[in-house]
């Protein structure tokens, strides 16, 4: 079967950290680059990250110098390290997997919650 399923969302402190994880299962990791993106309460979805098969990446200004993304190929996990946290980080963050010609692959979410 092919899934993702994110892991590590929770409560934090206005300037904490969280680390999201995604692990994937079903389908060649390595050959799909993969992307987080989240849902603030009320609004649509707005790209977060991604991390290339090549294992480059590319950032959010709203996020850039905060969140790190990284992958692990051998583990079929990819990470969202979050730093310096803001209010405005709360939404459902979903990671997805994609790669040309082929369907996206999403997960179902794991909720981050910046409040003091």
């Known amino acids: 079967e092919v899934q993702l399923v994110e892991s590590g969302g929770g409560l934090a402190q206005p300037g904490g950290s969280l680390r999201l994880s995604c692990a994937a299962s079903?389908?060649?990791?390595?050959?799909?680059?993969m992307t987080w993106v989240r849902q603030a309460p009320g609004k649509g979805l707005e790209w977060v990250s991604t991390?290339?098969?090549?294992?480059?990446?590319s950032y959010a200004l709203s996020v850039k110098g905060r969140f790190t993304i990284s992958r692990d190929n051998a583990r079929n996990t990819v990470y969202l390290d979050m730093t310096g946290l803001k209010p405005e980080d709360t939404a459902v963050y979903y990671c997805?997997?994609?790669?040309?010609?082929?369907?996206?692959?999403w997960g179902q979410g794991t909720q981050v919650t910046v409040s003091s």
């Open positions: 997805k997997g994609s790669r040309p010609f082929d369907l996206d692959v």
């Open positions: 079903g389908f060649s990791f390595s050959d799909y680059s």
């Open positions: 991390v290339y098969t090549i294992g480059t990446a």
